[in-house]
Structure formats: C-alpha cells, structure tokens
C-alpha cells in the first residue's frame, strides 16, 4: 500500500470508530501531508518522535498567536504598552513543552485504544487485541 492510500486507510478506520478527523489528523499533520511530508499519523509515531514534533507545533502555534496579539495591539489606540518580547523567552517553551506532552499521552493512549500498532504494516484494520 503506497503512503497516501495508508494515510486514507487511516482516516476511514479511525472515522469508522466514531473519532472526528480533527482529533485523529490535527491540521499541522494534515498541513503537512498537503506538502508532502508523509509523515505516519500521530498515534503510530513512538513517544520520544511525538513528543518533538509537538513541541515544534506548540512553539509555532505560541509564535503565530503572538504574532497574532501583538499586531492587535499595535493597531489598538495606545491605551496599553505592547506586550514586551521579554514574554517570548517563556511563553514559547512552556506551550511547546504544554502541548508536547499532553499530545503525547493523548496519541499514545488512542493507539491503545484502537489497536494500532505499526505503520508500515498498517491495512485498515485492528492491529492489536
């Protein structure tokens, strides 16, 4: 089974177990897959590779809504200083470490769940019992 036609496997088994495609692809895997960095779908990756790809989400998600707030800010009436930069030297490794770890559990705990076990052998079906 070519990487694409694995990936739609996926998305079909897990959305037959009643889970939305959010939760099962987030949309920085999605993102990625639309690039074509086939990377396997986060419950079939090992804890330590989940682990850094999450922390690299949380730091682009924590830099993109500062981004996002400093602009709002900047095109406010200055009624308020704009936030510091200072805040980004914790803000960013907090939600990278936050998000990390809590998509770690979550991933880990659903291939437990639904039987998935390895990706290179993965058909779309029940791996584990």
Known sequence: MRPKQRIEAYLRY????GLPRQNVAPPFWTGLWSLGILLPPPPFLGSVALFLISA???????????????IGAFLRPITRPLPPLVFLGWIVPLAALALA??????????????????WATFSGLRQRT
């Open 101 to 118: 770890i809590a998509h770690t559990i979550y991933f880990r705990r659903m291939a437990r769940q639904h039987g998935l076990a390895n």
């Open 14 to 17: 897990m959305e037959a177990r």
């Open 56 to 70: 690299v989400q949380g730091a682009l998600l924590a830099l993109a809504l500062w981004v996002i707030f400093w």
